[in-house]
């Protein structure tokens, strides 16, 4: 059974820059779709991100296109979020997650981690 554990959250203030890690284990990184979700209390989680197992597609929600890249190190079995020009309202749990791809988007993740929050003071 795949096991994802995020890391990289943290506090940073809006316009910067956060990079955070999916270490995947119990399978290969190139074996599996990977997505990023976030949650805000109140709020439902939603989409942010998602790279496809083959590593040739990738998608984003309106509100992060341009701002974020999802990528991977084959190598280090990682899945990174790299996330630019951060904003107050990009304030929220992230969650990295696998399954399948409904078109370009994840829809219902199979597997969760544990998440790792992210803040954006203004």
């Known amino acids: 059974q795949v096991q994802l554990v995020e890391s990289g959250g943290g506090l940073v203030q809006a316009g910067g820059s956060l990079r955070l890690s999916c270490a995947i284990s119990g399978g290969t990184v190139s074996s599996y779709n990977v997505g990023w979700f976030r949650q805000t209390p109140g709020k439902e989680r939603e989409f942010v991100a998602a790279l496809s197992w083959s590593g040739g597609l990738t998608s984003y929600a309106d509100y992060v296109k341009g701002r974020f890249t999802i990528s991977r190190d084959n190598a280090k079995n990682t899945v990174y979020l790299q996330m630019n020009s951060l904003k107050p309202e990009d304030t929220a749990i992230y969650y990295c997650?696998?399954?399948?791809?409904?078109?370009?988007?994840?829809?219902?993740?199979?597997?969760w981690g544990q998440g790792t929050q992210v803040t954006v003071s203004s």
């Open positions: 997650a696998s399954g399948p791809l409904f078109g370009s988007r994840m829809i219902s993740p199979n597997y």
